[in-house]
């Protein structure tokens, strides 16, 4: 569980597990929702409420979305890392040779994804401080912010000193998976490297909301301990950050694991009625909170999920370092079930009567003045 949480895992699953449908109704009906509500709305019985429950993610989508759904791609600037999470493709003991892009390739790669009209970029690198080092992060985050309006980042972990630099080179906004909050799993999972630890990691979106992010993207892996419980510390957690930085917007992710090359098979796979069922409820309970779904997952289900839940999509991802600008790249980080163009995911969302949006953050209105004063 998230430890913060003064509840113990077993009560939360007794909770979850224990919901019957007159409580499920019942939380349906409240008009402002709390973290046992969640509980409640992730539970089994609630399984049998999903039409209803996606009536009224819908409604609160609108609410608070309209018809907008934010598009951003992904920029992966490295694939080099001194970690070796069993489940990624770029852990350290993959023999695939690695590539680490100059500022020149990065820009190269920019411009491609400016050119599809996307104006919302998020730099993915893995966790090698020889390769990045804060001032090259630096050099590219000013780069990146002369050619898109927001720059967000997921990285490895910085000190709060390194966030606010970077916040001050260009940087909106930080994401930051736990992975699992099953400290147990957690460890069996990250066999070596600094990400072995479990607490270090748990701080790191602290630092980022202390340095002045805007945005804190949060998550977990589906697939690699029961998501019942890691949802309900997703929810914590996002409760525990909102409360320290009210200022900044959660972000939530929802990644389910897909296959590697070398055949990794999440322990506990998550179905797609499962994974809707945590958007809906995570909707429902967090109504203006931003809801991400990547190109993990297919075209269908993501053009469905952004009529009731999501509002943030990723479009025209590709998940190796040069990709953009030479796509026939040895080692990607994961498969993509999504493989649309960004001009196919906006033709698609639009004929759902959707209104896609590739700015997420207008750079008019973020003047170096307004940043000192944020941090
Ligand atoms: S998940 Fe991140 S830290 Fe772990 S091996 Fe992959 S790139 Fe490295």
Redo the contacts with the bound molecule.
């Keep these: 569980m998230f430890p913060p949480l003064k509840m113990s895992e077993p009560e939360v699953r007794d909770k979850i597990m224990n919901a019957t449908h007159q409580t499920v109704s019942a939380t349906l009906k409240k008009s402002g929702h709390n973290f046992d509500d969640i509980l409640v709305l992730l539970s089994p019985a609630a399984a049998e409420y999903l039409p209803v429950m996606r009536e009224l993610a819908s409604i609160h989508r609108r609410r608070y979305f309209g018809r907008t759904v934010q598009l951003y791609t992904p920029l992966y600037f490295s694939?080099s890392?001194?970690?070796?999470?069993v489940?990624?493709?770029?852990?350290?003991d993959n023999p695939s040779t690695r590539k680490t892009l100059s500022l020149d390739e990065i820009i190269n790669d920019a411009r491609v994804i400016k050119s599809t009209g996307i104006d919302s970029l998020l730099l993915v690198?893995?966790?090698d401080p020889k390769a990045v080092t804060i001032e090259r992060l630096e050099r590219i985050a000013r780069e990146m912010k002369k050619i898109f309006s927001y720059v967000s980042i997921e990285i490895?972990p910085q000190s709060e000193k390194n966030y606010r630099r970077l916040f001050k080179a260009g940087v909106d906004g930080l994401t930051l998976y736990q992975?699992t909050f099953d400290r147990q799993r957690y460890l069996e999972l990250?066999p070596c490297?600094p990400?072995r630890d479990y607490d270090r990691r748990l701080e790191i979106l602290e630092r980022g909301g202390a340095a002045g992010m805007r945005t804190l993207g949060i998550g977990f892996l589906l697939g690699l301990y029961d998501w019942h419980i890691e949802a309900a510390s997703l929810a914590a957690q996002a409760i525990w950050l909102k409360h320290k930085f009210y200022r900044s917007k959660i972000q939530f992710s929802f990644p389910r694991i897909t296959p590697t090359s070398f055949g990794y098979i999440p322990p506990i796979p998550v179905s797609e009625s499962e994974l809707e069922q945590m958007l809906l409820a995570f909707r429902i309970v967090f109504p203006e909170y931003d809801i991400t779904v990547s190109t993990r997952e297919t075209s269908e289900f993501r053009n469905r999920v952004a009529l009731t839940s999501v509002n943030n999509l990723s479009a025209g991802s590709l998940v190796a370092p040069g990709a953009y600008s030479e796509p026939d790249q040895e080692l990607g980080?994961f498969l993509l079930n999504d493989q649309r163009t960004v001009t196919e995911v906006v033709k698609a969302l639009q004929n759902s009567g959707l209104e896609p949006v590739t700015k997420y953050w207008d750079a008019a209105l973020v003047s170096d003045q307004i940043r000192d004063f944020h941090i």
């Design positions: 694939s890392c001194v970690n070796n999470c489940y990624c493709d770029f852990r350290h690198a893995g966790e490895a992975e990250h490297g990400k980080q």
